[in-house]
Nanobody, 120 residues
Framework: HVNLVDTGGDSVSAGGSLRLSCTAS????????MGWSRQTPGGRRERIAQ????????TYADSVKGRFTISQDKAKNTVYLQMNNLKPDDTAMYYC?????????????WGQGTQVTVSS
């Protein structure tokens, strides 16, 4: 089993930046992919960024491409999501997630979520 703890959410003004962190514990050797998804107040869910723990290859949703960057620190079993030029539409609950398979498949584990609120 893997436990994910995601932190770093806050309230910011449009144009601001935040960095989210997600630390994994447990059977982390089984993970091949880690990423971030978000759920808006309206209930829309979106898989926004992910990184292959093996190759370091990253992928992004079009809605965040060029503004968000996912990275990993393998020694700390931690992934980060640097979010720049935040917009009100980025307001959501952000969830760290991890998969035992590739980033093309479903996530196996989820963090508890961290709230990001962007005001105009």
């Amino acid at each position: 089993h893997v436990n994910l703890v995601d932190t770093g959410g806050d309230s910011v003004s449009a144009g601001g930046s935040l960095r989210l962190s997600c630390t994994a514990s447990g059977a982390t050797h089984s993970l091949e992919c880690m990423g971030w998804s978000r759920q808006t107040p309206g209930g829309r869910r979106e898989r926004i960024a992910q990184i292959s723990t093996l190759s370091g290859i990253t992928t992004y949703a079009d809605s965040v491409k060029g503004r968000f960057t996912i990275s990993q620190d393998k020694a700390k079993n931690t992934v980060y999501l640097q979010m720049n030029n935040l917009k009100p539409d980025d307001t959501a609950m952000y969830y760290c997630a991890a998969a035992v398979g590739s980033c093309d498949g479903p996530y196996s584990y989820w963090g508890q979520g961290t709230q990001v609120t962007v005001s105009s």
